[in-house]
């Protein structure tokens, strides 16, 4: 491709991504094919000649945009936001004509220091001391796992690398049941084992682990010859939002020198909003956070905040400095790459550089604020709505709930039984025909044993009207559910 190509392409593309941005709200937002139905219409085999752009673009078009789901759009309440803004992707835009690989401080200085300069500016945001270090990850699976490995390695006084786990005594992380599946996945990478996760019970309307179940599990593993290596604490479980103590949860961590690694992949965001700290109380104790500017902060995927209290410990378990990877007569300088699982890395800061200083700090939090109002306002009417019943109170911006009309099961409050089968079943048909239907999109979890839809406001683009349509979409299917 010549440079007057590229350059109408590139002012095509453009185009094209606003004209897209500015009609997303029209489309159905959950992707409306059956699999394999894309699939289908590709090719079997590589062309053999380049094919003009114009076909390949046209093609995006009519074979790939029906198959997308649309975590743009302003009625999407499903899963967590993936948000993601305009300054953000100018930012995508130059980091891929740049196309760098920083993973070292030589191979682009500029990458390193605008990442420490960055992550300096979210750590004051979110009011975490100066005594943490961030760095900027692939997500939040890949800091969880770099801070299990740290932690495995603390407890082993950093001999599990050089000589492997063959042999040694067991090593126990600790968690609820809340957390986030990538604890269990970094639990299995780490060579710990899902024997060796111990499941903390949850008390509370937060549904919080038990500092004191904590700090007697912690108690009968020391005694039985098992190593404490790390607790999770979550904050914003991605079920229900749920959210441990931190700081009693940290005080056991402290009392026994255990590790204490802090999940706050989505609700993080919401920390830079002041009135919303209470809820990470206690994680300046901790020694590990990690929360998601690609989830709620308007950044593209992927750019998870990693902040660590002592970086050493994490580069002493995944630095390694091959000969043809140093730098040399630069001593002193940071490369990221060894405080983190792969060794490349894209120029991720500088689109964290374009979001801040686009919006400013006050904006995002309003951006934020809105969201958590119009969250808790739409579970203060299910709640009042006889036929839906609020299952989950809100947790900053995510709610979950049900339908549960007069006569259907054993009605609200039903959790055993046959009826609450039938209330499970009836909700699971709701949630496939609210998707289908394309207004909206809402994803379920269980909880207390029961199907229950989860509603999370979160989309860049979202308005107090966008939330309200969505609930009379909810309200007018399951209603047209119940006449038949
Ligand atoms: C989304 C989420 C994760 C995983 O995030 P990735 O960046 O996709 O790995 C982990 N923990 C929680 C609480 C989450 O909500």
């Known amino acids: 491709m010549d440079d007057e190509t590229f350059r109408a392409w590139a002012h095509r593309a453009a185009d094209w991504s606003v004209d897209y941005l500015e009609g997303v709200g029209e489309r159905p937002v959950r992707a409306q094919v059956a699999p394999g139905e894309i699939f289908r219409q590709l090719p079997e085999t590589p062309p053999a000649a380049g094919e003009p752009m114009e076909r390949i673009f046209s093609d995006l078009d009519r074979v790939v945009m029906p198959g997308m789901t649309h975590w743009q759009h302003p009625r999407f309440f499903a899963y967590f936001p993936a948000n993601a803004s305009p300054p953000s992707l100018v930012a995508e835009f130059v980091t891929a004509a740049l196309a760098a690989q920083c993973m070292l401080w030589q191979t682009s200085p500029a990458a390193t220091e605008l990442e420490t300069r960055v992550m300096d500016w979210l750590r004051q945001m979110i009011g975490l001391p100066e005594a943490f270090s961030g760095v900027i990850q692939d997500s939040a699976s890949g800091a969880t796992l770099a801070a299990l490995l740290t932690a495995r390695e603390r407890a082993l006084g950093f ?197 801040i200083r686009s919006y400013g700090v006050e904006t995002l939090r309003e951006m934020i604020r809105a969201h958590v109002a119009w969250a808790r306002e739409l579970a203060g009417i299910i709640d009042a709505d006889p036929d839906f019943e609020l299952t989950s109170a809100p947790v900053l911006s995510l709610f979950s709930f049900r339908y549960a009309p007069a006569g259907a099961g054993t009605g609200a409050g039903a959790g055993t039984g046959a009826g609450a089968d039938d209330l499970d079943a009836l909700n699971a048909r709701l949630l496939e025909r609210i998707n289908d239907d394309g207004r909206t999109y809402l994803t379920q979890t269980r909880h207390g044993d029961r199907f229950v839809l989860r509603f999370q406001v979160g989309q860049t683009t979202t308005t107090r009207a966008d939330v309200m349509t969505a609930w009379d979409a909810i309200r007018e299917i399951a209603a047209g559910l119940r006449a038949g």
């Open 159 to 355: 001999t599990g690398n050089a000589t492997g786990l063959a042999g040694g005594p067991a090593l126990r992380v600790y968690a609820s049941q809340q957390v986030h599946s990538s604890v269990d996945k970094a639990v299995r990478i780490a060579g710990i084992g899902d024997a060796n996760l111990v499941r903390i019970p949850v008390t509370g309307p937060l549904h919080g682990m038990d500092p004191d179940a904590l700090d007697a599990a912690i108690r009968a593993d020391r005694e039985a010859g098992r190593v404490p290596a790390a607790i999770v604490a979550c904050l914003g479980g991605t079920g229900i939002g749920a959210c441990d103590p931190i700081e009693a949860v940290a005080a056991v961590a402290q009392r026994h020198g255990v590790f204490l690694h802090v999940d706050a992949a989505w609700a993080g965001s919401a920390m830079i909003c002041p009135e919303f700290r209470d809820l990470m109380r206690g994680a300046e104790l901790a020694d590990s956070l990690v929360f998601n500017p690609h989830k709620w902060l308007f950044t593209h995927f992927d750019c998870s905040a990693h902040f660590v209290r002592d970086p050493k410990a994490l580069t002493d378990t995944l630095g390694l400095r091959p000969a043809y990877l140093r730098t040399l007569g630069r001593d002193g300088v940071v490369d990221y790459n060894e405080w983190s699982i792969p060794l490349g890395r894209r120029f991720r800061a500088l689109k964290l550089w374009f979001v």
